[in-house]
């Protein structure tokens, strides 16, 4: 049974609260991660840990997820402390980074100049070898966590994601938000904290939200030089 706390006064509105995944020993060594199917390293699921501490029971009424096992893992967590149900959606998968998958970044840099330089001014025009471009990526989370928010009318709902999956989409949710973009980009300078949005589900009814326009172009491509390279500086 969903816990008054864990809905909202007002069914006509979501609460979408956006959770960092846990780091990988991948993350922690500043390799990308791609669809590679790692654990928790071991200082990810302490720091994972101390973030839902503070955390209460029935906070969320949701945990929706990516299948990846760090994703779970952090989910996990975030059930153990609130009682909230987990959702795994395998549509809200990492990004698709190909042959970049493993990658340090700094050798990412010295390899593939150019497709570096276009990822923080012009992330559209770039694909990985055979990975997934930002756009096809960009559609299918939109879409997805679009779809599984317009189910939870009047739902406090978590959302855990790995690092550029969760760029995206706080990009998106902001927009959706009126929030600054100032505010994303500080968020997302390091490791992400945890975002909160109160917005209408009748912004994810069927067919009424759609990709954001331009969501991974200017000032978005910023946020994602901060998530792939460390830095919220155009290279």
Request: charge should be positive; hydrophobic fraction near 45%; charged fraction near 25%.
């Amino acid at each position: 049974m969903v816990g008054r706390a864990s809905c909202m006064s007002d069914a006509r509105l979501i609460q979408v609260n956006l959770w960092p995944c846990g780091k990988t020993a991948w993350d922690e060594a500043g390799r990308l991660g791609g669809r590679t199917d790692l654990p928790l390293g071991r200082a990810g699921e302490a720091e994972a840990s101390a973030l839902v501490s503070g955390l209460t029971r029935g906070e969320f009424g949701v945990v929706v997820c990516g299948p990846d096992a760090a994703s779970r893992h952090t989910a996990e967590l975030v059930r153990k402390v609130t009682g909230a149900k987990i959702k795994v959606l395998e549509s809200l998968a990492e990004v698709d980074v190909g042959l970049w998958e493993g990658s340090h970044r700094d050798q990412l840099r010295a390899r593939c100049p150019s497709a570096c330089r276009d990822l923080t001014q012009d992330p559209d025009a770039v694909v990985a070898p055979n990975g997934e471009s930002w756009r096809a990526a960009t559609e299918r989370l939109t879409t997805a966590l679009a779809g599984e928010l317009g189910r939870q009318a009047g739902r406090k709902v978590a959302v855990v994601l790995r690092p550029l999956a969760h760029a995206i989409l706080s990009r998106w949710l902001h927009e959706l938000a009126g929030t600054k973009v100032a505010e994303v980009h500080d968020a997302l300078d390091g490791s992400p904290a945890p975002a909160r949005f109160t917005l209408e589900r009748s912004r994810f009814a069927a067919g009424g939200v759609g990709v954001v326009g331009g969501v991974m172009g200017g000032v978005g491509s910023v946020v994602l030089g901060a998530v792939m390279w460390g830095t919220g500086t155009r290279v």
